[in-house]
DNA sequence: TTCAGCGCGTAGACACTGTCTACTCAATCC
DNA sequence: GGATTGAGTAGACAGTGTCTACGCGCTGAA
């Protein structure tokens, strides 16, 4: 489908999602949005009232689309860990490789304007997690502290590791032994 | 020391401090910041080149006061598991109490631009971190992977609760066992 | 003592941003 | 067929960071 074809509220979207994976979140403003998509700065306005809510949309665009990333790396695997272990290299790729969306995504002004949704957002991957941890640790305390604290630890991994202060820390080129580490911490070191 | 008796370099600076920590980051302009100090907006240009200069030097100064505050945690403790408690709890409280100049030190631009100078500012917390974990964990792997995992939890636990998002998800509201769960999983449940 | 040079702050312009308001204009509906 | 409405346009407005021309007081040398 072409953008042309689209309607003007979906097309914004579209070219949001196009420019802040080419460009980075840098040229993502109101104004160059609207002209990419070929009308006034003025037309985002009828479909949303502010930039904020324009930003939101293409950020819900990107948790959708680490959804849809875990969901096919998992899928065919039946082995928890096996299963955990594909969901935290999406969430490390996903870091590297969208640097522009991932940091839209976790932009404080969004989170904390509520207009992301968290709820629909990141909180069924987290179920999952949530129920890959429990699967993994039948007998300890409560699995979504243990999910939450794994997830924290992945998403710290993939913040810093992104800003360079974990390579210039630990002195490798390598995510891979940070994440073993991660994953070695919080569910037991891996079967050989 | 009154603001009035420095001279405007280092009265810029600790404006844009004082503004962070008390109404965050969102009026930071370089303008209010100039402002707030007394003089035009022209003024700041002939201490610091840019905006992001200026930003970058108030971040700094967050980068300072975290560390003395490990300092001060630590002081007294020999203990290597209680001094890595001490630091952890450190982090967790400075990215809740002081939000703004949390969000400021870890922005992407300023991070980035290679202007703050990670290497006097974050290594060496980082290089104590590696020190501790290497004692509480002598015969393992690399301690310096190690602590960058668990700084990596750390930071993550910060900056998710400090969103909302752990809190939604784990369903608590207390980040102590999140804190709990992250120091027992990379160094071992703690004695009794 | 005078005067050039310079450090440092001022004032205004510029291009840009997000928001708001008045307007056009085609499609729709009674 | 004329009124209404939805959607995009165009311009104004206040605010931003940066740049440039200007001024003013201090310093140091002739």
Sequence with gaps: MNDQDMDLKARLVQVGVDLVTEEGTQPLTLREIARRAGVSHGA???HFPTHLDLLSAIARRGFEDLAARAAEATEGRTDPRE????????YLDFARTRRGMFELMFRHDLLESGRLGLRDTSLPLFATLTELVAALRPDDQDPRILAGA???????????????SLRLATGTDDVEPLLRATLDAHLGPAAR
Tied chains: 1, 2.
């Design 44 to 46: 985002p306005r009828r």
């Design 150 to 164: 794994l997830w924290a630890g992945l998403h710290g991994v993939a913040q810093l590791w992104g800003w360079g």
């Design 83 to 90: 299963r955990l272990t594909a969901l935290a290299r999406v």
